[in-house]
């Protein structure tokens, strides 16, 4: 293999696992639970909990897949460095990882709108254009992001703690509520066929909650021992998301019933008005600001560390590979990927371009559940801490595969369209640049 050299630009190693899941844990919780418990309470009733246990088995074989292969190759570039790895086509690794910068660019537009919103209300700020809030706000995670890791780690850990805190919350107050319920009440009366047919599409509504593995695998050249450190995060964030989950979806169930949850607009907020109608209205906007501005934080770390890791790889611009001299943080990405999200959140509402990149990303899933098979059976390759049966990245890749045909083929046709759309625009700018490009998009593994 290449040796690498000494200008090779290099990440410094400053995470252990229990920042690691932390990482992970902040990247699954978001507000976006607060109203899928609603959603899929309408399709299984009181068995709304079994919605979210099927979703982890089936999000844990790719998570079981991304675990693997971040302990083998920790790398900044994530997907687009592996898939490079496994299939050798500079083609492929380039729109597998702009498909996966552009669901992160998307969903920090989304959020940093949301953040805004919420800020303007709560702070009486209704004078300030949201926009100017939401580039302010983005600035500021610009800046946290630039000043290092441990920074934004720890600014994570508080998000994620109050993440956590408020759902914890919602269990503790609804605790006494348990038994009242049944849980394994459907919304109608039917045969086993159609319940395993809710329960599947249920699944695929609450499978979205898990994902965490991009976001995992971009900071692995950042993790201590990543051999050791990466699976233990990755998989030990899920279990954690798993338990609260269904700890939240059986409180739910048991303080309100399935069929108000299903059609309140804030279906969390009807179970605490009913368990705390003492609690100010204000504690669920604060924890709501958290939960997004988490999310935001943690796509502008991935979305940093991935441009920059595709520009070490040669499939972006070299300046792109730039560290701080002093903070060691690829600054120069931060600033592109600020740039662009401010551009993006400008535009208005982004939520049909949100949803075209989550079919984008489905498609990577996929091929990282391929790559894991190739490189699993490759000689050479750095040994595998941990060794899976290889049905686990059959069944992951497949799983994928299907929710991306299923996601792609229900609902609006706008999403699927703009996917596509989007798709073409990447390969066009991949031949458009090519020229720019090293022959050689894989970059060699640190020497032990």
């Given at each position: 293999?290449?040796?690498?050299?000494?200008?090779?630009?290099?990440?410094?190693?400053?995470?252990?696992?229990?920042?690691?899941?932390?990482?992970?844990?902040?990247?699954?919780?978001?507000?976006?639970?607060?109203?899928?418990?609603?959603?899929?309470?309408?399709?299984?009733?009181?068995?709304?909990?079994?919605?979210?246990?099927?979703?982890?088995?089936?999000?844990?074989?790719?998570?079981?897949?991304?675990?693997?292969?971040?302990?083998?190759?920790?790398?900044?570039?994530?997907?687009?460095?592996?898939?490079?790895?496994?299939?050798?086509?500079?083609?492929?690794?380039?729109?597998?990882?702009l498909c996966v910068v552009a669901s992160g660019l998307t969903s920090m537009a989304t959020g940093s709108r949301i953040v805004a919103t919420n800020l303007q209300a709560l702070l009486g700020?209704?004078?300030?254009?949201?926009?100017?809030?939401?580039?302010?706000?983005?600035?500021?995670?610009?800046?946290?992001?630039?000043?290092?890791?441990?920074?934004?780690?720890?600014?994570n850990a508080l998000c994620t703690l109050v993440e956590a805190a408020g759902l914890i919350l919602v269990i503790v107050l609804g605790a006494r509520f348990w038994g009242q319920a049944d849980?394994?009440?459907?919304?109608?009366?039917?045969?086993?066929?159609?319940?395993?047919?809710?329960?599947?599409?249920?699944?695929?509504?609450?499978?979205?909650?898990?994902?965490?593995?991009?976001?995992?695998?971009?900071?692995?050249?950042?993790?201590?021992?990543?051999?050791?450190?990466?699976?233990?995060?990755?998989?030990?964030?899920?279990?954690?998301?798993?338990?609260?989950?269904?700890?939240?979806?059986?409180?739910?169930?048991?303080?309100?019933?399935?069929?108000?949850?299903?059609?309140?607009?804030?279906?969390?907020?009807?179970?605490?008005?009913?368990?705390?109608?003492?609690?100010?209205?204000?504690?669920?906007?604060?924890?709501?600001?958290?939960?997004?501005?988490?999310?935001?934080?943690?796509?502008?770390?991935?979305?940093?560390?991935?441009?920059?890791?595709?520009?070490?790889?040669?499939?972006?611009?070299?300046?792109?590979?730039?560290?701080?001299?002093?903070?060691?943080?690829?600054?120069?990405?931060?600033?592109?990927?600020?740039?662009?999200?401010?551009?993006?959140?400008?535009?208005?509402?982004?939520?049909?371009?949100?949803?075209?990149?989550?079919?984008?990303?489905?498609?990577?899933?996929?091929?990282?559940?391929?790559?894991?098979?190739?490189?699993?059976?490759?000689?050479?390759?750095?040994?595998?801490?941990?060794?899976?049966?290889?049905?686990?990245?059959?069944?992951?890749?497949?799983?994928?595969?299907?929710?991306?045909?299923?996601?792609?083929?229900?609902?609006?046709?706008?999403?699927?369209?703009?996917?596509?759309?989007?798709?073409?625009?990447?390969?066009?700018?991949?031949?458009?640049?090519?020229?720019?490009?090293?022959?050689?998009?894989?970059?060699?593994?640190?020497?032990?």
């Amino acid at each position: 293999m290449t040796q690498q050299t000494a200008e090779t630009p290099r990440l410094l190693p400053t995470m252990g696992a229990g920042m690691l899941a932390l990482y992970g844990l902040g990247s699954m919780l978001g507000a976006g639970v607060y109203g899928l418990v609603g959603k899929a309470a309408g399709m299984l009733g009181g068995m709304v909990w079994a919605s979210f246990l099927i979703a982890m088995v089936a999000a844990l074989l790719t998570g079981l897949s991304y675990a693997s292969l971040g302990s083998r190759y920790p790398r900044a570039g994530g997907a687009a460095y592996v898939i490079q790895r496994a299939f050798g086509r500079p083609m492929l690794s380039y729109v597998a990882g702009l498909c996966v910068v552009a669901s992160g660019l998307t969903s920090m537009a989304t959020g940093s709108r949301i953040v805004a919103t919420n800020l303007q209300a709560l702070l009486g700020l209704e004078g300030v254009p949201v926009v100017l809030i939401a580039v302010l706000y983005l600035a500021a995670l610009c800046a946290v992001v630039w000043r290092g890791l441990r920074e934004s780690l720890w600014f994570n850990a508080l998000c994620t703690l109050v993440e956590a805190a408020g759902l914890i919350l919602v269990i503790v107050l609804g605790a006494r509520f348990w038994g009242q319920a049944d849980l394994l009440e459907l919304p109608t009366e039917q045969d086993w066929a159609v319940t395993g047919l809710l329960l599947t599409q249920s699944a695929v509504l609450t499978f979205f909650a898990f994902l965490g593995f991009e976001d995992t695998l971009n900071v692995s050249e950042e993790v201590k021992n990543p051999a050791r450190n990466v699976p233990l995060g990755l998989i030990g964030a899920m279990l954690g998301a798993t338990v609260l989950y269904l700890l939240i979806a059986i409180t739910a169930v048991s303080v309100v019933h399935w069929q108000v949850l299903a059609s309140a607009p804030a279906p969390l907020g009807a179970v605490m008005e009913r368990a705390a109608p003492w609690m100010p209205a204000m504690v669920y906007t604060v924890i709501t600001i958290f939960a997004v501005a988490n999310t935001a934080l943690i796509n502008f770390v991935m979305g940093s560390r991935l441009v920059f890791g595709m520009a070490r790889q040669g499939l972006l611009p070299q300046v792109l590979t730039k560290l701080h001299p002093t903070r060691h943080t690829p600054h120069v990405a931060a600033v592109a990927i600020f740039i662009v999200a401010s551009v993006l959140l400008s535009l208005g509402d982004v939520s049909q371009l949100a949803a075209a990149t989550v079919i984008l990303l489905l498609g990577v899933f996929t091929m990282m559940n391929l790559a894991q098979i190739a490189l699993a059976k490759r000689d050479g390759e750095p040994p595998a801490p941990i060794r899976l049966p290889i049905i686990v990245p059959i069944l992951g890749g497949l799983i994928c595969a299907v929710l991306l045909v299923v996601r792609a083929a229900t609902g609006e046709v706008v999403a699927p369209l703009i996917a596509a759309g989007l798709l073409l625009f990447v390969v066009v700018m991949y031949f458009l640049t090519r020229h720019t490009h090293r022959a050689d998009a894989t970059e060699p593994l640190p020497s032990s």
